[in-house]
T-cell receptor, first 111, second 110 residues
């Protein structure tokens, strides 16, 4: 998958706990994205990064934060997980705007 | 891999027939469009893209058509094969943000 790895692949967590998902790339691409995928909504952009320490909000950023301290890593943090954040999360990378290559996804369940 | 059970529009075609998947996009300022394929348990996979200065682009067995007047995008798959069974998404952008449509499920019957 174009040198992109998401971890963990599955996680179950309790409501109110913080959770961090990691996206790691070996392609040295400038852009990195976090999406969530839910039935009936397709893929929705949470946050994205256009360089180290440069991030911006997407469509559904409330309750999420991100950090990018190195080109290869983009972290997504759920500050206090809620049941509405149960979803499949995908990371994508791009060396040009738009044309993203996706990871395998992380299934997060908040109980 | 990961998969999401999606309640999606479904297109059913017979193996060997041509498939046409349609997408209406929302932003008239969008200038770049992409089609993705998502197989069960996997992340979306890039198929083909097109810029707004074009109205047609062809790849291997796939063609994308863009009608900016009515904000419509279509993906044509020639000689559809069982391996084409998947969910297909269109995506649009005019900035750094790629915005996805809700997707269409393609089912291929022998």
């Amino acid at each position: 998958d174009a040198g992109i790895t998401q971890s963990p692949r599955h996680k179950v967590t309790e409501t109110g706990t913080p959770v961090t998902l990691r996206c790691h790339q070996t392609e040295n691409h400038r852009y990195m994205y976090w999406y969530r995928q839910d039935p009936g909504h397709g893929l929705r952009l949470i946050h994205y990064s256009y360089g180290v320490k440069d991030t911006d909000k997407g469509e559904v950023s409330d309750g999420y934060s991100v950090s990018r301290s190195k080109t290869e890593d983009f972290l997504l943090t759920l500050e206090s997980a809620t049941s509405s954040q149960t979803s499949v999360y995908f990371c994508a990378i791009s060396d040009d705007r738009g044309k993203g290559f996706f990871g395998q996804g992380t299934r997060l369940t908040v109980v | 891999g990961e998969s999401v059970g999606l309640h999606l529009p479904t297109l059913s075609v017979q193996e060997g027939d041509n498939s046409i998947i349609n997408c209406a996009y929302s932003n008239s300022a969008s200038d770049y469009f992409i089609w993705y394929k998502q197989e069960s348990g996997k992340g979306p996979q890039f198929i083909i893209d097109i810029r707004s200065n074009m109205d047609k682009r062809q790849g291997q067995r796939v063609t994308v058509l863009l009608n900016k007047t009515v904000k419509h995008l279509s993906l044509q798959i020639a000689a559809t094969q069982p391996g084409d069974s998947a969910v297909y998404f269109c995506a649009e952008t005019n900035t750094d943000k790629l915005i996805f449509g809700t997707g269409t499920r393609l089912q291929v019957f022998p």
